[in-house]
């Protein structure tokens, strides 16, 4: 089966604008978390979704802000973008609600000028 | 507060060799613990978890509650273990990974 899909794979933004980032998780998979990954702070987790819900959120401001679609789709969005929003984003979907593998995706590069 | 600890930015060893990658964790509750590896241009995957209690591609780990540790070992280091390796805790019974900071292994022949 296909694995997870981040689109777009790299985005290049400037500095206060704002960027839609996109995730398709595995066929089944309910639940969708989002991680930024930088050399600096490594993986950090943004935000969880289960059936459309927002169940958990990380340490990030409220520029930040995520969806889930009935189809499982998430996006991301981030607004008035910064220098240091600059990163990877990285998708991962889980089939259950809680513990379970997560599966990621190859993740969109984003760079902020 | 909940924190996963990885002391090696990169551990180097040659062919053959044991290799331990360490991991402590921080948390109060009961832990759920993974080792997460990505492999020079593939995806972040899971090696293995602490409950499933299995080896793969000869990786083992085991949970220490006293010394709060999850540290990854393999007797016999092979080139194609080469990878970024990432110890993870799911606490809370939702899917929110908390990572460390990772551990390179560079086996060399």
């Known amino acids: 089966k296909a694995g997870v899909t981040q689109t777009p794979r790299y985005l290049i933004k400037t500095r206060g604008q704002q960027v839609t980032l996109s995730c398709s998780p595995i066929?089944?998979?309910?639940?969708v978390s989002w991680y930024q990954q930088t050399p600096g702070q490594g993986l950090q987790f943004l935000f969880e979704y289960f059936s459309e819900t927002q169940r958990n959120k990380g340490n990030f401001p409220g520029r930040f802000s995520g969806r889930q679609f009935s189809n499982s789709r998430s996006e991301m969005n981030v607004s008035t973008l910064e220098l240091g929003d600059s990163a990877l984003y990285l998708c991962?979907?889980?089939?259950?609600?809680?513990?379970?593998?997560?599966?990621f995706g190859q993740g969109t590069r984003l760079t902020v000028v | 507060a909940q924190r996963v600890t990885q002391p090696e930015k990169l551990l180097s060893v040659f062919k053959g060799a044991p290799v331990e990658l360490k991991c402590n964790y921080s948390y109060s509750g009961s832990p759920e613990l993974f080792w997460y590896v990505q492999y020079s241009r593939q995806r972040l995957q899971l090696l293995l978890r602490?409950?499933s209690r299995e080896s793969i591609k000869g990786f083992t780990a085991d949970l220490n509650k006293g010394e709060t540790s999850f540290h990854l070992k393999k007797p016999f280091a092979q080139e194609e273990d080469s990878a970024m390796y990432y110890c993870a805790l799911n606490a809370g019974g939702y899917n929110k990974l908390i990572f460390g900071a990772g551990t390179r292994l560079a086996v060399h022949p």
């Open positions: 066929s089944g998979h309910r639940s």
């Open positions: 991962a979907s889980s089939y259950s609600s809680g513990g379970s593998e997560a599966f």
């Open positions: 602490h409950i």
